[in-house]
């Protein structure tokens, strides 16, 4: 079963546009964490949050995490189409061995 | 700093065959996962070995089996396939059971059955 929900599904935006995924989950966790995966080839590490943090940055992404909501987004600014690929959020439940991945967003970004 | 590294890239079996699916993990890290990731969806965890040993499990049957070898690499055995077992495999290695330590995947095998 999947414990995190990517929202939307499917992102199309022109160079230069903001990017929001965001991400719900279910149970209490250690850690998020964002990840990327490039047209059916291996997932790419972007970024961890953990519980005790709201907001992360790295290059251009930014993170928010809200334990309250059960909720995270990952914004990416001036977007390119290098970032063409599908995002994950994944979650390090509390008592739970590994990660546990949603089913991602799609993102399209035109020149 | 040698990655994740998968073999082999792309495999088609027939429905009730066997197949055994190799992982060699990031130097230096003695944990690794193994995820089942259908068309279209999110990976699944089907178990994880640390030092060794299995360490966790996800909701698979057990035809899948795994091994972890002294070097830490690994291996994942379906046996019996079923059409649906028709999935990219992911192995992702980690250094010990901290928590905070990503994940480093590699580029998968795909495993078609017919």
């Known amino acids: 079963s999947q414990q995190g929900e990517e929202d939307p599904q499917a992102l199309s935006i022109q160079e230069g546009e903001n990017a929001t995924m965001n991400c719900s989950y279910k149970?209490?966790?250690?850690?998020l964490q964002w990840y990327r995966q490039n047209s059916g080839r291996g997932l790419v590490h972007l970024i961890l949050i953990r519980s005790n943090e709201r907001e992360k940055h790295s290059g251009r992404l930014r993170v928010t995490l809200d334990t309250s909501k059960k909720s995270s987004s990952l914004l990416i600014t001036a977007s390119r189409a290098a970032d063409t690929a599908s995002y994950f959020c994944a979650t390090d439940p509390l008592g739970y061995s590994t990660l546990t991945f949603g089913k991602g967003t799609m993102l399209l970004v035109s020149p | 700093e040698t990655g994740v590294t998968q073999s082999p890239t792309h495999l088609i079996k027939t429905r009730g065959q066997q197949v055994t699916l190799r992982c060699s993990s990031q130097?230096?890290?003695?944990?690794v996962s193994w995820y089942q990731q259908a068309l279209g969806q999110g990976p699944q965890f089907i178990f994880q070995y640390y030092r060794e040993e299995e360490n966790g499990r996800g909701n698979f049957p057990p035809r899948f089996s795994g091994l972890q070898f002294p070097n830490y690499s690994s291996e994942l055995n379906v046996n019996a396939l079923e059409l649906d077992d028709s999935a990219l495999y992911l192995c992702a290695s980690s250094w010990g059971q901290d928590h905070n330590s990503p994940l480093h995947f590699g580029n998968g095998t795909r495993l078609t059955v017919t």
């Open positions: 149970t209490s966790i250690n850690n």
């Open positions: 130097s230096g890290h003695n944990t």
